[in-house]
Nanobody, 126 residues
Framework: QVQLVESGGGSVQSGGSLRLSCAAS????????MAWFRQAPGKEREGVAA???????SYADSVKGRFTISQDNHKNMVFLEMRSLKPEDAAMYYC????????????????????WGQGTQVTVSS
């Protein structure tokens, strides 16, 4: 079992920045990939960014160049640095862990992940 707890959400103006954190505990060393997903009201949950154990990253086209995913393996933490935020970035953001070593092309697919946090809310005002 892996427990994931997100933090760092909040309300910012368009163009602002936020840094989300995800603390992982439990059976974490078998996680091959960590990711951030988001879900806005009335929309499906979508993959935002993912990072493999080797540091390889994947990003949704909508956030490339603005968001950066990183990890601190010693502290079992994953971060999402978000810059130049837009109103369309507003959503509940979820941290997820993959323990099945799924192929990289599935990095932003919801069904590739076994464990999920409760989410942290991001609001962006125009």
């Amino acid at each position: 079992q892996v427990q994931l707890v997100e933090s760092g959400g909040g309300s910012v103006q368009s163009g602002g920045s936020l840094r989300l954190s995800c603390a992982a505990s439990g059976y974490t060393y078998s996680s091959s990939r960590m990711a951030w997903f988001r879900q806005a009201p009335g929309k499906e949950r979508e993959g935002v960014a993912a990072i493999d154990n080797d540091g390889s990253t994947s990003y949704a086209d909508s956030v490339k160049g603005r968001f950066t995913i990183s990890q601190d393996n010693h502290k079992n933490m994953v971060f999402l640095e978000m810059r130049s935020l837009k109103p369309e970035d507003a959503a509940m953001y979820y941290c997820a862990a993959d323990q099945r070593n799924t192929p990289r092309w599935l990095a932003l697919r919801e069904y590739a992940y076994d464990y999920w946090g409760q989410g942290t809310q991001v609001t962006v005002s125009s």
